[in-house]
């Protein structure tokens, strides 16, 4: 019987060892009671440095800011308190030599007769997988530049044609038509709007953040519009179901300029008037921003392509608007935005913010 159970335990511990992640156990006491070759080539600790220290203390002591980590909060600590399991995607362990590394790693409740034992923890070293999504990263801003540059060529290339064939046109002829500056005038114009969209593309080397009144931010944005509206005859309405005293942390004049694009495609959207909703809700730990008209609604086909550059479903249009909408939102606020669409009903773009009234 005792030979059974040492060869049992010799080949469950082969089998452990033979397995590429790291792999430990701890008990109730956070004593560790498991630990395979790959946990010791990952960190360099042996078993035996575990007699003396605890392993939270030796792994997973700090942050990547240099922040010291308390044992009471470690994720690990609270599963093992509460016999859950866990998943942790990026995280870092310590090394031996004083180095670390980043690991996802999971957390699973060790089961004996029906009670909770313990924990099984199994990470794996992320460092080749990091560095294999930065160069998919860096091969996918190269390809978007590449588009881009693309999708300027094209764009400012129709004006400038038009341009030169004018020049051309009068300097041949030493005639002044006032409709030929009216046509120049227009196509000056267009390449400025892409010039002016595509620097607002790019994100500011100094981003000034702000607490703002969500309420007082989009009432500012509506006075500036307004006139347009009125125009078309369009009803801006607001709906905020939250404090108007709320708080978004935000850079000011960027999050105008969403509302504002948001707006304006609105409003081009509406030919017959109508009204535009702008309903503000509070959820949780973010904020909804929904802008809805009741135009005459994007295909689906369509709203696929929204964003991309200088693809628009305006005559005149650079397609630029909503990828400057998408940055500001997504990169330098850390929300999203969604499309949702019904053709002859309308459209509602809704922009989704975290609330770091706090910060």
């Not at 957390?107 to 909770?116: L, R, V």
């Not at 099984?120 to 998919?136: A, P, Y």
């Not at 850079?251 to 503000?280: D, S």
């Amino acid at each position: 019987m005792q030979n059974e159970i040492e060869r049992l335990s010799h080949v469950n511990q082969l089998i452990l060892d033979s397995v590429a992640e790291g792999i430990y156990g701890i008990d109730l006491n956070a004593k560790v009671i498991l630990w395979n070759k790959a946990a010791e080539s990952l960190t360099g600790y042996a078993i035996t440095d575990f007699e003396s220290d605890n392993l939270h203390n030796l792994i997973h002591h700090t942050n990547r800011e240099g922040e010291h980590i308390p044992l009471q909060q470690c994720p690990v600590y609270h599963a093992l308190n509460s016999g859950e399991n866990l998943f942790i995607k990026d995280d870092i362990f310590w090394r031996k030599d004083g180095s670390y590394f980043p690991v996802e790693y999971t957390a699973n409740p060790m089961i004996e007769q029906g009670k909770h034992v313990g924990m099984v923890i199994t990470f794996r070293d992320m460092t080749e997988k990091k560095k294999t999504d930065e160069i998919l990263l860096q091969w996918e801003k190269l390809s978007l530049v590449g588009q881009m540059a693309a999708g300027v060529a094209h764009e400012i290339r129709n004006p400038v044609t038009s341009l030169k064939g004018f020049f051309q046109l009068m300097r041949a002829n030493k005639e002044y038509n006032d409709s030929y500056f009216d046509i120049m005038d227009s196509e000056f114009n267009r390449i400025e709007s892409i010039i002016k969209e595509l620097l607002m593309f790019s994100k500011p080397h100094e981003s000034h953040y702000t607490n703002q009144k969500i309420a007082s931010l989009i009432e500012e944005v509506i006075m500036l519009m307004e006139p347009q509206a009125l125009i078309k005859n369009i009803n801006i309405a607001t709906d905020y179901d939250t404090s108007s005293e709320a708080m978004v942390y935000c850079i000011e004049h960027q999050l105008k300029q969403v509302f504002i694009n948001l707006i304006k495609n609105a409003l081009e959207a509406m030919e017959n008037g109508g009204t535009i909703v702008i309903k503000v809700q509070h959820i949780n730990d973010e904020f909804l921003i929904q802008v809805t008209d009741d135009g005459a609604g994007i295909p689906d086909d369509v709203i696929e392509k929204l964003g991309e550059p200088f693809y628009s479903t305006k005559e005149n249009g650079t397609g630029l608007g909503l990828m400057v909408t998408n940055n500001i939102i997504k990169n330098n606020h850390q929300g999203a935005i969604h499309v949702e669409s019904q053709l002859g009903k309308g459209t509602t773009f809704t922009v989704r913010l975290p609330n770091f009234e706090n910060m």
